[in-house]
T-cell receptor
């Protein structure tokens, strides 16, 4: 199957700093990438959807100025958590899809655990 | 609006026994349905999907799922459970409205397979 990587796998930062998480599709070109957040023992919450070369579409309640998403190429998307606070601590998972059709499979990265002190 | 429900928070099964993880959906039009598995501190792994065709879909690791249109269900099954199958399982439906065809996930079901 298709492989999606994330870097870093975990990060600890101080409150007020910014953290960048990378998501890469390794063996396919991803026209669309998704960013999710998962709290312990809960389902995935979609934060935003991005298409290569265009602005991300954020879900209701997600602060676009706080969670900056850049989909610079067909294999790379980044999520930057700006001015991080302890409540931003979470497990962030990206996902990538090769096509735009509903039948296309989404493949997920291994996740990044962010801890804000 | 599209939605998916997983009525069981946890399913317990003995190793070697058949397992079923339940999923029901609500969609307008034909559904696109997916199952994913998540191991601790990992992302989701794709198991299988139903788009059209045979109601019984076979996927990875010996899993299969049966699409039942009349009952609006897409239950995940495996004939003989392994301890290594213990994980968190998510059912998802494709949201075909609003663009981007994003996935809508159920709450997840934790499967515990006991030796």
């Amino acid at each position: 199957g298709a492989v999606v990587s994330q870097h870093p796998s975990w990060v600890i930062c101080k409150s007020g700093t910014s953290v960048k998480i990378e998501c890469r599709s390794l063996d396919f070109q991803a026209t669309t990438m998704f960013w999710y957040r998962q709290f312990p023992k809960q389902s995935l919450m979609l934060m935003a959807t991005s298409n290569e070369g265009s602005k991300a579409t954020y879900e209701q309640g997600v602060e676009k100025d706080k969670f900056l998403i850049n989909h610079a190429s067909l294999t790379l998307s980044t999520l930057t958590v700006t001015s991080a606070h302890p409540e931003d601590s979470s497990f962030y998972i990206c996902s990538a899809r090769a096509g735009a059709f509903g039948t296309d499979t989404q493949y997920f990265g291994p996740g990044t655990r962010l801890t804000v002190l | 609006a599209q939605s998916v429900a997983q009525p069981e928070d946890q399913v317990n099964v003995a190793e070697g026994n058949p397992l079923t993880v339940k999923c029901t959906y609500s969609v307008s039009g034909n559904p696109y349905l997916f199952w994913y598995v998540q191991y601790p501190n990992r992302g989701l792994q794709f198991l299988l999907k139903y788009i059209t065709g045979d109601n019984l879909v076979k996927g990875s690791y010996g899993f299969e799922a049966e699409f039942n249109k009349s009952q609006t269900s897409f239950h995940l099954k495996k004939p003989s459970a392994l301890v290594s199958d213990s994980a968190l399982y998510f059912c998802a439906v494709r949201d075909r409205g609003g663009g981007y065809n994003k996935l809508i996930f159920g709450a997840g079901t934790r499967l515990a397979v006991h030796p």
